[in-house]
């Protein structure tokens, strides 16, 4: 697939997503939204993890403090529009605080560091009641007007989600098309050589943390603002886990890896429900077998069948 | 001795491990544009000189000067900002990365400020010198391959070439011809030679190749168990019968 066809194929794959709601039922445009949602995490991870080579278990903690920011502030009558930049800049602040001393450690040392960090944040949720309003959540979440149109229903807010979500995945592909994105290739790949060819690794490292941290707070505030309500337990180690797996279940390093693997964990267990009480055993086989078969993730397919001009 | 001003200076720089002495009060020093070659038997302290000198390693003692400053423990980004090169013993390049990449990398971090980085054209101004390298380098077929994929002999001008992509004012290469064949022994000194040339830097080139060493290096240096045992032109150095007797053989 050359440049031109594959940017065609892009365009008429996201109009095709935008209007499948008009076909969907309420339920199935939740999903949708929830999709968008989800995929804005994983971007951001992809970039800590795929490209710069970090392993994160910590994402839903930023997710949730995205969430909380965008509940508390909505609720005082803050516009949308302000709180956005206001939770990404602040999941951004925190991923360069959580750096600093995590990224002394490497590996699986670093994933137990996020990971008791994840735990950290879940624990202030669910107990700082007089803040978050604890096990019982925040309700009432207003959702935003734009130019005056309210966005409550939900095929709206779905477009103002998607809108967003591709805004997003630009800024991503611009920022891994530019030096930055090289630099950050070269340090996951050999950080002893890049640091003697003068990359900073640590500076390096540290922004490719806090920009996947603030990627997963700007899905924490379209988050809450779909579902109008949140509690703690949305933010638990096991959503950190769900989107890592998302991540590499796609292909881990590869732009596109997190579209697919978010279908994967959003979708799949939807669609395979009519399995009742097998479907989540039916879900983690499908999950061990990819891993065994593609351990490069879905992405890598076309590669392992020896296609030319594999996909990135 | 050179007779050059100096610009590395190596003052009798130690490094130890418990009771062994890995390099034992070693000291020399290369002059702006020369090529100083070191030599010695697996052991004798080469990779441990040069990661003592490229702070990948502190000595436990001595001092090491590059233009007159003190570069003694600073980090290989401190070394690199100074214009101050490597390449490893085992192949090291960013095996992702296509080779034109590896090579705009390898460079692009002394092209503005971090900042500007984020907003500069994606070869950040680098594509033209990447593709001149290529072209020196006999890459241009592979230029869009990952680096990863391609053979080691490949992989190690790469590597090579990486060094020199910011044509950095010293470099220190670590065994270029270690696993490499023969046409490609006298293809790399061809191109070590023309680049000391264009670019004008001083090079230490630690190698076991003696024929590629004699051919490269005017001045070269013989270690064992740490120390210099000899020290000199390469003729007179190979015909040193210290040197015969610990390393070369007869």
Redesign the interface.
Known sequence: MNAKTGKLALVVGIAAFAILPLFLKGYGVYLCALFCVYLMATLGLNLTVGYAGQMSLGQAAFFGIGAYHAAILLKLGWPFFLVLPIAAVACFLVGLLLGFPALRVQHHYLAFATLGFNILVFLIMRNEATITGGPLGISGIPRPSLFGISLDADLRYFWFTLFFTVVLAAILWW?L????G??F??L???P??????????T?YTLFAFAIGAACAGVAGVFYASLLQFIEPSSFQFSYSLMMLLAVIVGGS?RFFGPVLGTVIIVLLPEWLRFMQNWYLAVFGFAIVALMIFLPGGLLSLPERLGWKGASK | MTTTPSFLEVKDVRKAYGAIKAVDGVSFSVGPGEIVGVIGPNGSGKTTLFNSILGQIKPTSGGVEFCGEDITGMSPLELARRGVGRTFQTLQVFTHLSVRDNLIAAAQEFKSTMPARLFAAPDAGLGHHADEMIEMFRLKHVAHLKAGTLSYGQQKLIDIAMAFMPAPRLVLLDEPCAGVNPSLVDQLRELLCELNRTQGGSFVVIEHNMDFIMKLCPHVICMVEGKVLAEGPPAEVQANRHVLEAYLGN
């Open positions: 920022l098309r530019s030096p930055w090289r630099a290739a070269a996951r790949d050999n002893i050589r890049a640091e003697s060819l003068g990359i900073n690794i500076a390093g």
